[in-house]
Structure formats: structure tokens, C-alpha cells
């Protein structure tokens, strides 16, 4: 996102302001639009991928199951 801080609406382009628009209306409908996944995230999720691609892991349902049977 570019910075237009500490400018006057008349100073700003209108890509400027449409950007602008654009950002904050992303980051209103997700709070966490803009942010980075740390690398170790990435490397997991890349994982779980994988293994959902070679039919191993478990699915939702199974890993609830599981969960409530360890409470």
C-alpha cells in the first residue's frame, strides 16, 4: 500500500484515492489482509497439502472425534 499520509485530498491522484479506497475496504472486510505467514506456516500448510494429496492425514470430522475423546 502506498503511504498518501500527510497529503491534501486536492494533492492526491485519483489512482492515488482509488488505491486508497481499495486498501481500506480490503482490510475492513479481512483483518488480515496485508499481513505475511511466518515461514514456518507456509512450510505447514504446504505439508498438510501433501499429505491431503497423498490420502493420508485426517479429516475434520475425525480429528473433532479425537478431540473430544481426549476431554
Known amino acids: ?11 492526491i ?7 486508497t479506497f481499495r486498501e481500506v ?3 475492513t472486510m479481512d483483518p488480515d489482509y496485508g499481513l ?3 515461514d514456518e506456516v507456509t512450510e505447514a500448510l504446504h505439508e498438510s497439502l501433501a499429505q491431503q ?3 493420508e492425514g ?5 480429528a473433532i472425534e479425537e478431540k473430544r475423546g481426549k476431554e
Open 1 to 11: 500500500m502506498r503511504k498518501t499520509a500527510d497529503k491534501k485530498l486536492a494533492d
Open 13 to 19: 491522484t485519483l489512482s492515488e484515492l482509488k488505491e
Open 25 to 27: 475496504i480490503l482490510e
Open 36 to 38: 505475511e505467514l511466518r
Open 53 to 55: 494429496t497423498r490420502g
Open 58 to 62: 485426517v479429516s475434520l470430522e475425525e
